[in-house]
């Protein structure tokens, strides 16, 4: 058995049929296990596509499915789709995403907002003895008084971690955690911020003393004409538990 990690597809389908090509995770055999860490739509194309085939994925028990803070962003327009957040619709790129999916049936919207919602904060895994949490952002332990503001749902998706963050400092559970496994940052930011150099041209998957960030900025694939350095180093990355073997399209 083989545990998959990716996460912030941003709408990059073409790149996630191919990064699933390569990786091939047997899902329907139910050998493997792949876990989506959220964002998936916005900033690319083909937003309304990816989600369209996240949420086929997401049928097998196999495959489980985070929130990121753009998917909490869509979730929250629907809800109120008489105010236009125009943070999220401008500063964050929802407009694609929007406008498609104002066009779809009304079945179809129903089926994309329920699965938005249900989407989790956060899940774990044991593997090798070793106990690993995945969110998009932030660890995050489900709606607990005691943990007060350190946990919230808003940090699961938001938070910023710099190259040394310590995202379970606060948490004084039984539970051992080896790593916090997530996206939301685009890895360049903890080469640059840790003086070290990447081992490639293009964004890798960074692997840090307490967590492992793995969103390589396929947000940045199709906006060469905006920055053409981050799309250039732009990818979409995955990385497999067992052997910590990573996957690149
Ligand atoms: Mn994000």
């Not at 699933?20 to 083909?46: F, H, Q, R, T, V």
């Not at 937003?47 to 979730?75: A, P, Q, W």
């Not at 919230?152 to 971690?161: G, I, K």
């Amino acid at each position: 058995m083989s545990t998959y990690v990716v996460s912030d597809l941003h709408g990059a389908y073409d790149r996630f049929i191919k990064l699933m090509d390569i990786m091939a995770p047997d899902i329907e055999g139910g050998k493997d296990e792949l876990y989506i860490l959220g964002d998936y739509g916005d900033w690319g194309e083909k937003s309304i596509e990816t989600i369209r085939y996240v949420m086929e994925l997401d049928r097998s028990e196999h495959v489980h499915c985070i929130k990121g803070n753009h998917d909490l962003m869509f979730e929250e327009q629907i809800l109120k789709p008489d105010y236009l957040d125009a943070n999220w619709y401008y500063s964050n790129m929802g407009m694609k995403t929007w406008d498609a999916y104002c066009k779809l049936e009304s079945e179809e919207r129903e089926s994309i907002a329920s699965w938005l919602k249900d989407l989790k904060y956060s899940l774990e895994f044991e593997i090798d003895g070793e106990l690993y949490m995945v969110a998009h952002a932030y660890p995050y332990f489900g709606n607990r008084g005691n943990l007060g503001y350190l946990y919230t749902t808003h940090d699961a998706v938001w938070m910023r971690l710099n190259w040394d963050s310590d995202p379970f400092s606060d948490y004084h559970g039984r539970k051992r955690y080896r790593a916090l496994i997530c996206g939301h940052t685009i890895t360049s930011r903890y080469f640059i911020q840790s003086g070290l150099n990447k081992p490639f041209e293009h964004n890798c998957i960074y692997k840090g003393p307490h967590f492992i960030g793995i969103d390589c900025g396929a947000k940045c694939i199709e906006y060469s004409h905006l920055w053409a350095r981050e799309a250039k180093e732009a990818r979409l990355g995955a990385l497999r538990i067992e052997d910590m073997k990573e996957f690149y399209a």
